[in-house]
């Protein structure tokens, strides 16, 4: 059976949720950075750019974010995060590649950073991204689109 992945915009009432979810799915990768864990450190990540933010729905329940910016050559992917009751189901790589069509349909690039400590890099490579920086505690990763 194919789940039916469906978006909505966040509101501010979603914000109670959208912190629980972090800190379910960040707090591990955080904590391996040696990051802050701290409510208003996730609450100040959870605001960032939030007029970007919609909520990842499947049979009309909430199960996760997905945070875009679309630009004119770039998609900038800010945030996505599953409930880990969601994860391992392949929902993460069929977002990505909804993105990566609407890239290369677009000719656009994307561009991410991700933890160091969040195997989530390697789904990002394995669908096309490359590292092309990093900081401290981050990768910064492309996908170029190489339209002829």
């Not at 391996?32 to 009309?60: C, G, M, W």
């Amino acid at each position: 059976m194919i789940l039916e992945i469906k978006y909505r915009p966040a509101l501010k009432s979603d914000l109670k949720y959208l912190l629980g979810l972090r800190i379910q799915t960040m707090n591990p990768h955080l904590i391996a950075s040696s990051l802050p864990i701290s409510d208003e450190a996730h609450l100040q990540r959870v605001e960032y750019q939030f007029e970007h933010a919609t909520i990842i729905e499947i049979n009309k329940r909430d199960i996760g974010l997905l945070k875009v910016h679309r630009q004119a050559n770039n998609i900038e992917l800010i945030q996505i995060q599953v409930a880990p009751s969601y994860q391992g189901k392949g929902i993460g790589r069929r977002i990505l590649d909804d993105l990566i069509k609407e890239a290369i349909e677009s000719e656009q690039s994307i561009t991410l950073s991700v933890l160091k400590t969040n195997q989530a890099k390697n789904l990002y490579l394995s669908v096309g991204f490359k590292i092309v920086g990093e900081t401290d505690d981050s990768y910064l990763m492309l996908f170029e689109n190489y339209c002829p």
